[in-house]
């Protein structure tokens, strides 16, 4: 029987901010893609703060935003970021350690 290790301890919780520049499709696609990979993974363990830096430029300063999209995540620790729309599933899942860890289906592709 397969079956896999929970991402998270039962009382985790995952903070994560993710920076944008208004509504363009670069903002829209990361937000969603970062939406589904958290209820597939998270279940509910999770909240995202979207910031929009045209409306709030001074808050880039707080994680030294460079470039936009990026996510960040704050907890728990320590604090990772990515940039991008984030459609690249494999490397969000690396960047963010949000990896679930399969029992006895390693021969499974």
């Known amino acids: ?7 998270l301890k039962s009382t985790e919780q995952w903070k994560l901010r993710l920076y944008v520049a208004g509504q363009t499709p ?24 979207v910031v929009d830096l045209l409306l709030k ?3 880039a300063k707080d994680d030294q935003i460079l470039a936009l999209p990026t996510l960040v995540r704050r907890l728990p620790p320590p604090i990772r970021k990515i940039i991008g729309d984030l459609s690249n599933t494999e490397r969000v899942l ?16």
């Open 1 to 7: 029987m397969t079956t896999k290790r929970s991402l």
């Open 26 to 49: 670069k903002s829209l696609a990361a937000f969603a893609n970062l939406k589904r990979l958290c209820e597939e993974r998270l279940k509910g363990h999770y909240t995202i703060e």
């Open 57 to 59: 430029p001074q808050l």
């Open 94 to 109: 690396v960047g963010l350690d949000m990896q679930l860890q399969d029992k006895g289906n390693s021969d499974e592709n």
